[in-house]
Protein backbone atom coordinates (compact mmCIF):
# COMPACT_ATOMS: atom_id res chain seq x y z
CA UNK A 1 0.00 0.00 0.00
CA UNK A 2 1.27 3.41 -1.39
CA UNK A 3 1.83 6.22 1.64
CA UNK A 4 0.57 9.58 0.99
CA UNK A 5 3.93 10.91 -0.34
CA UNK A 6 4.43 7.93 -2.82
CA UNK A 7 1.01 8.68 -4.00
CA UNK A 8 1.63 12.28 -4.65
CA UNK A 9 4.58 11.19 -6.73
CA UNK A 10 2.93 8.93 -8.70
CA UNK A 11 0.16 11.38 -9.40
CA UNK A 12 3.24 14.07 -10.56
CA UNK A 13 4.77 11.45 -12.67
CA UNK A 14 1.50 10.91 -14.13
CA UNK A 15 0.45 14.48 -14.41
CA UNK A 16 3.51 16.95 -14.00
CA UNK A 17 0.86 20.13 -14.38
CA UNK A 18 -0.71 19.15 -10.85
CA UNK A 19 0.85 21.25 -7.91
CA UNK A 20 2.45 18.89 -4.97
CA UNK A 21 1.22 21.43 -2.20
CA UNK A 22 -2.25 21.22 -3.88
CA UNK A 23 -2.32 17.56 -4.19
CA UNK A 24 -1.09 17.59 -0.24
CA UNK A 25 -4.35 19.20 0.93
CA UNK A 26 -6.31 15.99 -0.39
CA UNK A 27 -7.01 13.15 1.90
CA UNK A 28 -5.13 10.05 1.15
CA UNK A 29 -8.22 8.48 0.02
CA UNK A 30 -8.90 10.90 -2.52
CA UNK A 31 -5.44 10.99 -3.81
CA UNK A 32 -5.89 7.14 -4.55
CA UNK A 33 -9.21 8.00 -6.12
CA UNK A 34 -7.28 10.30 -8.77
CA UNK A 35 -4.32 8.47 -9.37
CA UNK A 36 -6.54 5.58 -10.20
CA UNK A 37 -8.49 7.35 -12.69
CA UNK A 38 -5.05 8.60 -13.88
CA UNK A 39 -4.00 5.09 -14.61
CA UNK A 40 -7.20 4.35 -16.17
CA UNK A 41 -7.17 7.19 -18.88
CA UNK A 42 -3.17 5.29 -20.16
CA UNK A 43 -4.98 2.34 -20.95
CA UNK A 44 -6.82 1.86 -24.62
CA UNK A 45 -10.65 3.78 -24.54
CA UNK A 46 -12.87 1.11 -23.83
CA UNK A 47 -11.40 -1.53 -22.07
CA UNK A 48 -12.75 -0.69 -18.55
CA UNK A 49 -14.48 2.24 -17.50
CA UNK A 50 -13.95 4.61 -14.56
CA UNK A 51 -16.46 4.67 -11.89
CA UNK A 52 -17.66 7.57 -10.36
CA UNK A 53 -18.16 7.56 -6.88
CA UNK A 54 -21.71 7.26 -4.76
CA UNK A 55 -21.63 11.18 -3.63
CA UNK A 56 -20.16 13.35 -6.92
CA UNK A 57 -23.45 13.70 -8.97
CA UNK A 58 -22.51 13.45 -12.90
CA UNK A 59 -23.80 16.84 -13.78
CA UNK A 60 -24.07 19.87 -11.04
CA UNK A 61 -25.77 23.02 -10.95
CA UNK A 62 -25.21 26.47 -9.64
CA UNK A 63 -27.27 29.31 -8.90
CA UNK A 64 -26.10 32.50 -10.08
CA UNK A 65 -25.26 35.24 -7.19
CA UNK A 66 -28.67 38.04 -6.98
Known amino acids: MLTKNQVI ?12 NWLAGFD ?13 TLEPRGSRGWVRGTGTPAVSTRRPAA
Open 9 to 20: DAICRLNPTAPI
Open 28 to 40: LVALRRYYEHLLI
